[in-house]
């Protein structure tokens, strides 16, 4: 996993995963934002985004600035590197849509 390095702890205020999490508005049907999305916004990210983190003892911790960055621009193109299994399906299925002359 890539080192999450943008943190700056001098100038930014560090916060908890679950801190994070409680200063999110609800998600979809006014549920309360886990801290496991927080922990894969971090580790999986968002579209090809990953949540600015760093890890001290056995915690995860992330910034306010962090979140903000994140949350800047929520609908950037996916990075073109990685490769989900829908995009993989997703291109199979052309290829044999192709193959049939479809």
Do not use: N
Not at 37 to 59: K, M, S
Not at 71 to 93: F, L, N
């Amino acid at each position: 996993m890539p080192e999450h390095a943008m943190i700056d702890i001098k100038t930014e205020k560090l916060i908890s995963v679950a801190q994070a999490a409680a200063m999110l508005p609800p998600t979809r049907h006014a549920k309360k934002t886990h801290g496991s999305t927080i922990i894969r916004w971090i580790h999986r990210g968002v579209r090809g985004r990953r949540l600015d983190a760093l890890r001290v003892g056995g915690c995860w911790y992330t910034s306010v600035e962090a979140l903000a960055r994140f949350a800047e621009c929520p609908h950037a193109p996916a990075d073109e590197t990685i490769d989900s299994p829908s995009r993989s399906r997703a291109r199979r299925a052309d290829r044999e849509l192709d193959r049939l002359g479809l």
